[in-house]
T-cell receptor
Framework: EPEVTQTPSHQVTQMGQEVILRCVPISNHLYFYWYRQILGQKVEFLVSFYNNEISEKSEIFDDQFSVERPDGSNFTLKIRSTKLEDSAMYFC?????????????FGPGTRLTVT | GQQVMQIPQYQHVQEGEDFTTYCNSSTTLSNIQWYKQRPGGHPVFLIQLVKSGEVKKQKRLTFQFGEAKKNSSLHITATQTTDVGTYFCAASFPGYDMRFGAGTRLTVKP
């Protein structure tokens, strides 16, 4: 069964450094998402991406964040100048072509630790 | 912003007891989904409800969508230890994509 993959599984970085989290969505999916989950808390929507542009972003997704689909398979989340409070699990998700199918398929997540 | 409230935050039950978690919104939803996240895992889709008053069942799980499409519930009959995890509702508001509730963490004592 096709699945969303994410790399790395765990990223440790120093405060102020830039990180890039990578995701490979399911191949025939067209809608892509990033979510954040601080340990023990709820899953928070960051951004949705469709047709090579951001379709929606939350208040969390400020100028520190950017997303990119550099080629036909990867979907990346860049965090510039990381802060301690950026430490969280970051999940990528993708959704199939059909607008009537709302199910999102989540990747295993990247645990980001900012020290 | 668009928010959905989910209660309770935690639920600890004895194996065999029932469990229910509720999601509520102040505005009408386009649809609602339910996800389960096992400890250390990622959210996994369980079900989607779209129609007013819809009820769906998956074995011991019963999902309901309110008549006004503002609330939903997930009920588990006779919980088992394999039911342990956090259950999230995820609501879609008209014109917006999904927003997750805070989740209900279920623990089951054997």
């Amino acid at each position: 069964e096709p699945e969303v993959t994410q790399t790395p599984s765990h990223q440790v970085t120093q405060m102020g450094q830039e990180v890039i989290l990578r995701c490979v969505p399911i191949s025939n999916h067209l809608y892509f998402y990033w979510y954040r989950q601080i340990l023990g808390q709820k899953v928070e929507f960051l951004v949705s991406f469709y047709n090579n542009e951001i379709s929606e972003k939350s208040e969390i997704f400020d100028d520190q964040f950017s997303v990119e689909r550099p080629d036909g398979s990867n979907f990346t989340l860049k965090i510039r100048s990381t802060k301690l409070e950026d430490s969280a699990m970051y999940f990528c998700a993708s959704k199939p072509r059909s607008l009537s199918t709302y199910e999102q398929y989540f990747g295993p997540g990247t645990r980001l630790t900012v020290t | 912003g668009q928010q959905v409230m989910q209660i309770p935050q935690y639920q600890h039950v004895q194996e065999g007891e029932d469990f229910t978690t509720y999601c509520n919104s102040s505005t009408t939803l386009s649809n609602i989904q339910w996800y389960k996240q096992r400890p250390g895992g990622h959210p996994v889709f369980l079900i989607q409800l779209v129609k007013s008053g819809e009820v769906k069942k998956q074995k011991r799980l019963t999902f309901q969508f309110g008549e006004a499409k503002k609330n939903s519930s997930l009920h588990i009959t006779a919980t088992q230890t394999t039911d342990v995890g956090t259950y999230f509702c995820a609501a879609s508001f008209p014109g917006y994509d999904m927003r997750f509730g805070a989740g209900t963490r279920l623990t089951v004592k054997p």
